[in-house]
């Protein structure tokens, strides 16, 4: 493979543990903890469904929206207001996984270029890696938001592959969800899995070029 020019992550499990956020959203639905996948593949669905028909609204709206529909499906009382309250403050204030900082830095010693692409807003994720720890790391941050499509359209891969005026092949996409890296395959993008508690590769799709424990080890095979 071509070594890299630019490593590309994405942000929300991948750098960032959500936990806090799986917490706030199980205190929104009266501690039912079993919720939280199917709240999760609900806000995924729906990002998908606005990408197909040509609507957008922001990722948060979006999780608020499933959130609730998860309730009123399961009979728990939840307003928007209260909705939009277990997503979007937690959201924007998650930490960065223990290794992530250190093998950033790390990358970044050995010549890397590195920069984020996420579903979240703009203003959301600015949030994120400023209060992350992230953002003194990165030389850019994209959004979704610029093209109104949600990952894995493949619009939004090659945004950035046009702002950078890169080949797809000098991008390395990082992620912890198989179709993030499927929607970055598709375009030509390397890719990398980083393997986090509960997640799995798609066996229908190419498998990722790194398969990963965590980005220490991402870090140490690109060294």
Known sequence: MVKPILILFDVNETLLDLSPLRSSVSRALNGRENLLPLWFSTMLHYSLVETLTNDFHSFGEIGA???MMIAQTHQIELSREDAEAAIIPSLNTLPPHPEVIAAMEALQQNGYKLATLTNSSSAGAESQLRQAGIAPLLDNSYSVESVRK???HSGVYRMVLDDLALEPE????VAAHAWDLAG???VGLQT???QRPGTALYPNT???DYVLRDLTELAQRLA
């Open 192 to 194: 990398a899995f980083i």
């Open 65 to 67: 929206a499933a959130l």
């Open 206 to 208: 190419a498998r990722p």
């Open 184 to 186: 970055a395959k598709n």
């Open 150 to 152: 949600y990952k894995p």
């Open 170 to 173: 000098q991008v390395l996409m």
